[in-house]
C-alpha cells in the first residue's frame, strides 16, 4: 500500500516526514503524560506544531494522529492490573483530544487565511464531491459499502492484504475475551475504534479507492494487531507456527511491493518508448517543429505487456489515464511529452470537440496525425 502513494514522487518524501512528525507528536504526549516532570506546556507545544505541519501535508494524518492515540490507549489497558472507570478512561484520551481539537482548528484556521491571500474558494467542490452518502444516498451507499468490504475483505486474491487487517482485528478481538484481563469493556470498545478509525476514507468516500488515502493507517493498524497477538498469546507451538505465518504474509506483502515497483518502471519504460516511435512517425511525415503544436488524444490504450502487475494507480500508463475525462488522456500525455523535451501544448475543450466531429464525418487509420494545428494520437488505430 506504501507504493500507491510514494509513486507520487513531487509528494512522496514530505509525506513520509509528515507521518513521522505524527508519531512524534503522539510519542510526546504519551511522554509528557507519564513523565510530569518535563515543561508539560512546552512539549504540548511542539506536539501541536509537529501536527499543524503534518496535517497540511495530507489529510489522511488527521486519521493517522487519532488511530496511534488509540493504540497507545489499548496498550496501556493491557498492561493495567485494576479496573478503570469512565472517568479514567475519558483522561486517559483527553491530553490527545486537546493536542487534536488545537492542531486542527490552528491548522484550519492557516488554510483559511492561505486561501484569503491567494484568492482561492474557501468551499472544497473536489472534497464535497467525494462524500460518498452525500451523493449517493443512503440505500446505494450502503450498498458500495456492503459490495467494497465483500470484495476487498473477504478474499485473499488482494493484492493490498485488506484481509489480514480483518482477521488480525478479529483474532484480537477473541484473545482479549479470552483472556479476560482486566478492563475487557474498554479494550474491546477501544480495539473496535482502532479498525473503523483505520477505515476513514472507506467509509467517507463509500469506495475503498483511491488506495493511498488508506495509508499509512491501515498497514499500522494490521501491524499493530499483530503485535497485539503475539504479546496475548501464549509461547507454545501454536505460536511459533502463528509467528511463521505471519512471516510468510510479509514476505508476501514484499513480493506483490516488489513486483508493483517493477510493474512501474516497465510501464514508464514503455511510455517512453511509445513517444519516441510517435515523435518519429512525425518527423518520417516531415513534421519537425511539433513544439508549434497542440497534442490530443483519442480512443482507449490497452497495455499488453504480461509482466506489469496493475495496482489503484501503480501499472498504469500516461497513455491509459483519464478516458472519461472530456479530453481523453491529452493533459497526462502533454505532461509526459513535455518531460521528455517535447514541449507541445494540451489541446482546447474548443479544439478537441471540433477534432472529434473531424473524426467522426472522415476517420483516420493512423496512429498519429495532423489535423490543422494539433497533433493527434489514435489509441483505437495501435490495435486495429
Not at 460518498?132 to 446505494?140: E, H, Y
Not at 496512429?367 to 489514435?378: E, P, T
Request: charged share 15%.
Amino acid at each position: 500500500m506504501i507504493i500507491e502513494q510514494t509513486i507520487f514522487t513531487m509528494q512522496s518524501a514530505e509525506v513520509i516526514i509528515a507521518v513521522n512528525m505524527i508519531i512524534a507528536s503522539a510519542i510526546i504526549i504519551k511522554q509528557v503524560t507519564y513523565v510530569h516532570s518535563l515543561k508539560t506546556w512546552f512539549f504540548f507545544s511542539l506536539a501541536i506544531i509537529l501536527n499543524v505541519l503534518a496535517f497540511g501535508t495530507y489529510s489522511s494524518l488527521f486519521v493517522l494522529f487519532i488511530v496511534l492515540t488509540l493504540m497507545i490507549i489499548e496498550l496501556d489497558l493491557f498492561h493495567l492490573s485494576d479496573q478503570i472507570t469512565l472517568k479514567c478512561y475519558f483522561f486517559k484520551i483527553l491530553p490527545y483530544m486537546l493536542v487534536f481539537i488545537m492542531s486542527y482548528f490552528i491548522h484550519s484556521f492557516l488554510v483559511w487565511i492561505s486561501k484569503s491571500l491567494v484568492g482561492v474558494s474557501r468551499n472544497s467542490q473536489y472534497f464535497n464531491s467525494q462524500i460518498g452518502i452525500k451523493n449517493l444516498g443512503i440505500s446505494a451507499y450502503i450498498k458500495h459499502i456492503y459490495d467494497g468490504f465483500i470484495n476487498n475483505f473477504l478474499t485473499l486474491h488482494n493484492k493490498y492484504f485488506f484481509w489480514l487487517l480483518l482477521l488480525t482485528f478479529l483474532i484480537s478481538l477473541v484473545l482479549v475475551v479470552i483472556r479476560k484481563r482486566p478492563n475487557l469493556g474498554w479494550q474491546l470498545l477501544t480495539i473496535f475504534l482502532i479498525f473503523i478509525f483505520s477505515l476513514t476514507s472507506f467509509l467517507i468516500l463509500g469506495k475503498i479507492t483511491p488506495i493511498r488515502v488508506l495509508f499509512p493507517s491501515v498497514p499500522i493498524v494490521a501491524a499493530f494487531f499483530t503485535m497485539f497477538i503475539m504479546l496475548n498469546i501464549r509461547r507454545n507451538v501454536f505460536s511459533n507456527i502463528l509467528f511463521a505465518a505471519f512471516v510468510l504474509v510479509i514476505f508476501g506483502q514484499a513480493k506483490v511491493t516488489s513486483d508493483l515497483c517493477y510493474s512501474s518502471e516497465l510501464v514508464f519504460q514503455d511510455d517512453v518508448l511509445l513517444t519516441h516511435q510517435l515523435v518519429g512517425d512525425l518527423h518520417a511525415e516531415g513534421v519537425k517543429n511539433i513544439n508549434n503544436y497542440q497534442l490530443a488524444v483519442i480512443g482507449d490504450y490497452h497495455e499488453t505487456n504480461p509482466q506489469i502487475l496493475k495496482g489503484d494507480v501503480v501499472g498504469y500508463s500516461f497513455y491509459e489515464w483519464d478516458h472519461e475525462m472530456l479530453r481523453n488522456s491529452s493533459r497526462r500525455v502533454s505532461g509526459l511529452w513535455q518531460s521528455l523535451g517535447y514541449s507541445v501544448q494540451t489541446v482546447s475543450k474548443s479544439d478537441y470537440l471540433r477534432l472529434l466531429e473531424h473524426v467522426k464525418l472522415q476517420g483516420d487509420n493512423r496512429r498519429i496525425f495532423i489535423y490543422d494545428d494539433i497533433i493527434v494520437i489514435d489509441l483505437n488505430s495501435m490495435y486495429r
